[in-house]
Nanobody
Framework: VDLVESGGGLVQTGGSLRLSCAASGFTFDDVALAWFRQAPGKEREGVACLSTSDNIRYYPESVRGRFTISRDNAKNTVYLQMSNLRPEDTAVYYC?????????????????WGQGTQVTVSS
């Protein structure tokens, strides 16, 4: 199993970025796909969850309305579209997956993690 993120970078406040995560070694049949982030000195937090069994999406209040998680089954890829970015969104973003979970139940405790991609939002 492998998760490989891409798309991070430097963006100005108010800008947009789209992160991609290419998955291999498993299918999107029944899995919670998620994005987490970790800023320096802070705990890792979940910012988006999409469960493929019921198509439930969940976002915490801090990013709701600005971030959108989506997937492309044909490419086995999950995306995180981020808009209206703020300096406090600066962090390393991780793609993750937990098998057999609905995002309506709880935040994923991932079985698999990507290596992370840096997102920096300048003020």
């Amino acid at each position: 199993v492998d998760l490989v993120e891409s798309g991070g970078g430097l963006v100005q406040t108010g800008g947009s970025l789209r992160l991609s995560c290419a998955a291999s070694g498993f299918t999107f049949d029944d899995v919670a796909l998620a994005w987490f982030r970790q800023a320096p000195g802070k705990e890792r937090e979940g910012v988006a969850c999409l469960s493929t069994s019921d198509n439930i999406r969940y976002y915490p209040e801090s990013v709701r309305g600005r971030f959108t998680i989506s997937r492309d089954n044909a490419k086995n890829t999950v995306y995180l579209q981020m808009s209206n970015l703020r300096p406090e969104d600066t962090a390393v973003y991780y793609c993750a997956a937990e098998m057999d979970l609905s995002c309506s139940i709880r935040t994923p405790v991932p079985d698999y993690w990507g290596q992370g991609t840096q997102v920096t939002v300048s003020s």
